[in-house]
């Protein structure tokens, strides 16, 4: 079993930055691939990036290439993703979640945590 808890979500301006974290407990966690997603309201959740086991590599959605960056921490057990040059069209409630591989379907996660708002005011 894995657990994930987000963080860091809240209000910014557009041209903004935050950073999400997303805590994980767990006895394997550190081995699992970890992936952000999003859901905007009447919109299904859209893969936002990823990142490997020990972070040998990562993976974007375009819409956010260049902007965002995913990272994580294994000695802390945290994921963080570094939201930079914010939009209005970014706001939504953010996702971590854990798969065994790195994956882009939101249905081949296994984990998933309660999600954090982000809201991108213009």
């Known amino acids: 079993q894995v657990q994930l808890v987000e963080s860091g979500g809240g209000l910014v301006q557009a041209g903004g930055s935050l950073r999400l974290s997303c805590a994980a407990s767990g006895r394997t966690w550190g081995r699992y691939s970890m992936g952000w997603f999003r859901q905007a309201p009447g919109k299904e959740r859209e893969f936002v990036g990823g990142i490997s086991w020990i972070g040998i590599s990562t993976r974007y959605a375009d819409s956010v290439k260049g902007r965002f960056t995913i990272s994580r921490d294994d000695a802390k057990n945290t994921v963080y993703l570094q939201m930079n040059s914010l939009k209005p069209e970014d706001t939504a409630v953010y996702y971590c979640?854990?798969?065994?591989?790195?994956?882009?379907?939101?249905?081949?996660?296994?984990?998933w945590g309660q999600g954090t708002q982000v809201t991108v005011s213009s």
């Open positions: 979640a854990a798969a065994p591989t790195p994956k882009v379907a939101p249905d081949e996660y296994d984990y």
